[in-house]
């Protein structure tokens, strides 16, 4: 056999050897068609570094870099909440605001929620305050002023996690008007020195308000502002020898804390 025909033959014999061996598995690797990935035809060591940018958002998706979303941001807001109140009260009329100044009120609320953006409440407030005062004649006069206010509204509020979502919760602004009852006592004592007197009169007095609010919701419970302002008028016995009712304007503004437990 000639050179020529020597290297014809190992040639041969070397391709023959090369198809039938078997693949080691960098030859076998199968090309990677996932969804999420680039279309793959390399070995091993390139796997690692084809991740497409839609297989990085999918790892990474969410709020800060894949946080989890807590359930009230996922389920909706609470589908009943329990809030305790507590807050000022200012009269916007000059006569009973000169005389009781503002008055501290603490209540309990209890809100249902309707939809998404519409929820109810129905909550009942204890408002008090008293005044005292005295002259160089020795006129002594203490008057002291209760309200049991009963109060339904509804609220208007952005889906639960539009504004401000996080780790912790989320922010919930809303609006609300609705209807009230007031059933207001007013016990006045006077004394001139020479005679004394004392009156007590009640009334039921209904209205209108109209608030606006923000909570910070997180998984179970809530802490909020709220800003309220009612409209609502009274009428009360005159006890100093007028013999007739007098008009009294209870509205005024609220400024209060909200403090809900949801369930």
């Given at each position: 056999?000639?050179?020529l025909?020597?290297?014809?033959?190992?040639?041969?014999?070397?391709?023959?050897?090369?198809?039938s061996?078997t693949?080691?598995?960098?030859?076998?690797?199968?090309?990677?068609?996932?969804?999420?990935?680039?279309?793959y035809?390399?070995?091993?060591?390139?796997?690692?570094?084809?991740?497409?940018p839609a297989?990085?958002?999918?790892?990474?998706?969410?709020?800060?870099?894949?946080?989890?979303?807590?359930?009230?941001?996922?389920?909706?807001?609470?589908?009943w909440?329990?809030?305790?109140?507590?807050?000022?009260?200012s009269?916007?009329?000059?006569?009973?605001?000169?005389?009781?100044?503002?008055?501290?009120?603490?209540g309990?609320?209890?809100?249902?929620?309707?939809s998404?953006?519409?929820?109810?409440?129905?909550?009942?407030?204890?408002?008090?305050?008293?005044?005292?005062?005295?002259?160089?004649?020795?006129?002594?006069f203490?008057?002291?002023m209760?309200?049991?206010?009963?109060?339904?509204?509804?609220?208007?509020?952005?889906?639960?996690?539009?504004?401000?979502?996080?780790?912790?919760?989320?922010?919930n602004?809303?609006?609300?008007?609705?209807?009230?009852?007031?059933?207001?006592?007013?016990?006045?004592?006077?004394?001139?020195?020479?005679?004394?007197?004392?009156?007590?009169?009640?009334?039921t007095?209904?209205?209108?308000?109209?608030?606006?609010?923000?909570?910070?919701v997180?998984?179970?419970?809530?802490?909020?502002?709220?800003?309220?302002?009612?409209?609502?008028?009274?009428?009360?016995?005159?006890?100093?020898?007028?013999?007739?009712?007098?008009?009294?304007?209870?509205?005024?503004?609220s400024?209060?804390?909200?403090?809900?437990?949801?369930?």
């Open positions: 056999m000639n050179r025909s020597k290297c014809v033959f190992a040639a041969f014999a070397v391709l023959l050897l090369g198809f061996a693949p080691c598995r960098a030859q076998n690797e199968d090309p990677l068609l996932y969804a999420g990935l680039l279309g035809t390399g070995g091993i060591e390139d796997e690692a570094t084809l991740l497409s297989a990085i958002g999918q790892v990474f998706s969410g709020p800060a870099g894949g946080a989890p979303l807590s359930a009230s941001q996922t389920q909706g807001h609470p589908d909440k329990i809030s305790l109140r507590l807050g000022d009260f009269f916007k009329n000059d006569g009973a605001k000169d005389l009781a100044g503002s008055q501290f009120f603490y309990i609320g209890m809100t249902k929620n309707l998404d953006h519409v929820s109810f409440r129905g909550s009942f407030d204890y408002i008090s305050g008293d005044y005292s005062e005295s002259d160089e004649f020795k006129n002594y203490d008057w002291e209760d309200t049991f206010s009963v109060k339904t509204t509804a609220l208007i509020h952005p889906a639960a996690g539009t504004l401000g979502a996080g780790r912790s919760g989320y922010f602004p809303y609006i609300g008007m609705g209807l009230e009852i007031n059933l207001s006592t007013i016990n006045d004592w006077f004394d001139d020195g020479v005679m004394s007197s004392s009156s007590s009169e009640s009334d007095a209904f209205g209108i308000h109209f608030l606006a609010g923000i909570d910070y997180f998984d179970n419970f809530s802490l909020g502002l709220e800003f309220s302002y009612n409209c609502a008028e009274a009428d009360f016995y005159d006890g100093h020898g007028k013999g007739e009712d007098t008009a009294w304007d209870l509205g005024g503004l400024i209060l804390l909200n403090l809900g437990f949801g369930f």
